[in-house]
């Protein structure tokens, strides 16, 4: 048992396996894909926005443009957007923010779903695999009439790597669940602060007559 191949291990419970080795390249697959859809948000660019800023101090809106045009990702992408319709009333450039604000509500919390089914409910199948792996052990014990203990605890052995594959998985999932909801939380602070100072240091400028 020390040394099983996959398909050894295919063949204790094709069934509970398979759906097991499924939910793994699932949740592998989940994983590589929300590390890449992080890194493509990014974040915000302390120099770059100290510069952007610095701008709007003295009313420079288009060249804080400039600078966010040329630090591209979704958070400069917003800030674009919003300084480009700082021409308009306040409400305009907040409804702006705050449609950008749902864009990356849901790109962040894209496919979390999955992560906190795979945690929950990897432990049901493993436990499911278990208890079928024990059935046909005492059945086997029955059938053959002789080998006592060796043959059921041989048999539970076997059945108990479901369980333990189950038990895998469901932390695999649990720890990314929690690691993405955390960065996701952090995003979502960095953009909602970027927001209030970008709204304060154009408005309050503008109403001073520094807008422009």
């Known amino acids: 048992m020390q040394n099983m191949t996959l398909m050894e291990l295919f063949k204790i419970n094709p069934l509970i396996i398979g759906v097991l080795f499924g939910c793994s390249v699932l949740m592998l697959g989940c994983l590589l894909e929300r590390l890449w859809a992080y890194a493509k948000i990014g974040n915000v660019d302390s120099g770059a926005a100290e510069r952007i800023k610095q701008h709007l101090r003295q ?3 288009k060249d804080a443009v400039a600078i966010a045009q040329r630090n591209r990702n979704f ?11 700082a021409q308009f009333p306040r409400e305009e450039m907040e409804s702006v923010f705050a449609l950008y604000r749902m864009k990356l509500h ?3 919390n894209k496919r979390m779903a999955i992560f906190g089914t795979l945690a929950f409910s990897g432990p049901l ?3 499911l695999g278990t208890v079928m792996g024990v059935m046909r052990a005492f059945r086997d014990l029955a ?3 002789s080998g006592g203990p060796a043959i059921v605890a041989a048999g539970i052995a076997e059945a108990l790597i479901a369980t333990a594959g189950g038990i895998f998985i469901a932390v695999l999932a649990a720890v990314a669940y929690n690691m993405f909801t955390s960065l996701a939380k952090a995003k979502l602070y960095q953009f909602d602060q970027l927001n209030q100072e970008v709204a304060i240091l154009i408005y309050t400028g503008h109403d001073k007559g520094g807008h422009r």
């Open 59 to 61: 009313g420079q809106i």
């Open 75 to 85: 958070f400069t992408q917003a800030l674009e957007v919003a300084l480009n319709a």
């Open 106 to 108: 849901a790109l962040l």
């Open 125 to 127: 199948i493993g436990l």
């Open 143 to 145: 059938l053959s009439g």
